[in-house]
């Protein structure tokens, strides 16, 4: 692996999975999941989940690809040459995922300058599906192009590539060692802002009031699960690629513990300063807080306007709410795009040059094509929903059960980390990964499979969810299985065997503790 691959540093590997774990999901689904698992006392499902799934899960993650030194694909291939389909299924997942979510930091670019002049006007719901996104309501593939946000999504495209071109240090590290400090600024700013508001406390009080009945409650365990495992960016493929561009005999564990928490310390400024915002937006309109309570677009792009017309100093809550949706945005589309250029240039020896132009060109296109239409928001509510309920939830459940039931290579993993590390793992890792995890994932995933095929997604027509919902996650693993038997470009695969009889003795020791 070249210099330019590798991160120079732990500092460095730190912001970069940082960049990836703190996205979307933390500024605008957190809090409304924490309201709804019963505020304060969400906090105790919350940790659960961070301590017994999340931070095994990704200490695995880290130790496939920091051992076996490749991209998904790669490394899962030298781990066991049945498990590449693994590999390349979470790159699927990547490709479907990086196409649809360009387009919503497309829509925060344009968001930031209409926050100045309130572009909205008085009606932001209005606005958003019809003036700006221009929708048509549509159930199909439209090929009507709106103009203002192809033009924006065509720029975040163009800087994504070129941050990836760069390469892991100088692009993506480099990328998220200036955007993570800044993001995490601008909200402490907002979070300030939000608090001088009159109903700030009100809100405040919602949110971490603790309703201890709702820990009663299997889904409010399964929505705790569930926050934790999306937003560490567990299961898309990321955290294996990155861990395999740290230098032999660089810090796992320590790192990760880092990354874990600092992301959800993250997620509890998001959900003070959305709710400290929802609490005057309550005031103001004389309701509940529990009336102005929304997630993911309806927060952002239309109960955040509609804030922001009303509230003193409201330009500024704008600006910096969007500002920081597209930084964080940014970090994290660039980790999920790696993650299919890395696979390439692994599998069939591409350049950075190459890949970047071939592989992530035809992403974009992709991109711009389906997504920035007069039908594109239909298309992007299904897809989004069928590859992150059923695509990373079934990687991740997949990759827990292979290696702990089905490979049991939970010990060699075990002893990679403890080779390394600082903080060292036992058999209580083992034990969370062999049977918490694969026990609420397969709950997560078997519970949401039977409600979508008895109940359907949404009010989405039956043959639209199964033509871009199902069939998209059929191909997915249909491709996945064509590239797995596709051959590697020579002696790529057995690269690592030269490195690997250079310190058995060391794997070993490491092992047994």
Not at 14 to 19: D, H, L, P, R
Request: charged content about 10%; glycine content about 12%.
């Amino acid at each position: 692996m070249s210099e330019r691959q590798q991160f120079k540093g732990r500092s460095a590997f730190i912001f970069a999975a940082m960049g990836s774990a703190v996205g979307l999901g933390n500024i605008w689904r957190f809090p409304y999941v924490a309201y709804e698992g019963g505020g304060g006392a969400f906090i105790i499902p919350y940790l659960t989940a961070l301590l017994t799934a999340g931070i095994p899960l990704l200490f695995l993650l880290y130790a496939i690809g920091h051992k076996y030194r490749g991209s998904a694909p790669l490394s899962f291939r030298r781990l066991h040459p049945g498990t590449e389909v693994i590999g390349w299924w979470q790159v699927g997942i990547c490709f479907v995922i990086a196409v649809y979510y360009a387009v919503v930091i497309a829509w925060a670019v344009r968001y930031v300058g209409f926050s100045v002049n309130q572009t909205w006007g008085d009606d932001p719901e209005g606005f958003f599906g019809g003036e700006f996104l221009q929708q048509s309501g549509e159930f199909t593939i439209g090929v009507s192009l709106v103009p203002a946000v192809f033009v924006p999504l065509l720029i975040v495209w163009i800087f994504t590539l070129v941050v990836l071109r760069a390469g892991m240090q100088k692009g993506i590290a480099r990328l998220s060692q200036v955007f993570i400090p800044v993001l995490v600024v601008l909200f402490v700013i907002l979070v300030i802002q939000a608090l001088r508001q009159p109903g700030a406390v009100e809100g405040l009080n919602a949110l971490f009031t603790p309703n201890w009945e709702a820990l009663k409650d299997p889904q409010v365990w399964v929505l705790a699960y569930g926050q934790i495992f999306f937003s560490l960016s567990i299961a898309f493929g990321i955290m294996i690629t990155y861990a395999a561009h740290l230098k032999r005999k660089t810090n796992l564990t320590g790192p990760g513990l880092v990354v874990a928490f600092a992301n959800s310390g993250f997620e509890m400024l998001a959900g003070i300063g959305v709710f400290a915002t929802l609490g005057f937006m309550a005031q103001a309109s004389g309701v509940q807080i529990a009336d102005v309570v929304a997630e993911g677009v309806g927060l952002a792009f239309i109960a955040f306007p509609a804030i922001i017309s009303t509230m003193p100093g409201g330009v500024i809550i704008g600006v910096l709410f969007f500002t920081s949706i597209v930084l964080a945005g940014i970090t994290s589309m660039v980790s999920i795009v790696e993650v299919v250029l890395d696979a390439f240039e692994d599998k069939f020896g591409l350049s950075r040059t190459a890949s970047v132009l071939l592989v992530g060109g035809l992403m974009a296109v992709v991109s711009l094509v389906l997504f920035p239409t007069t039908t594109g928001l239909n298309l992007l509510d299904v897809v989004d929903n069928f590859a992150n309920q059923f695509g990373i939830v079934g990687a991740g459940l997949t990759i827990t059960i292979t290696l702990g039931w089905g490979l049991r290579h939970l010990r060699v993993m075990r002893g990679h980390l403890n080779s390394v590390s600082s903080f060292k793992v036992g058999w209580t890792w083992t034990i969370l990964l062999t049977v918490v995890t694969p026990v609420v994932l397969g709950f997560m995933f078997i519970s949401k499979l039977i409600e979508t095929v008895q109940e359907g997604y949404g009010e989405m027509p039956r043959w639209y969810v199964e033509m871009f919902g199902w069939g998209m996650s059929v191909a997915i693993f249909v491709i996945a299985v064509v590239l797995s038997n596709m051959k590697w470009k020579p002696g790529v695969v057995e690269a690592l065997e030269l490195e690997e009889s250079q310190s058995p003795r060391t794997e070993k020791k490491g092992a047994l503790r």
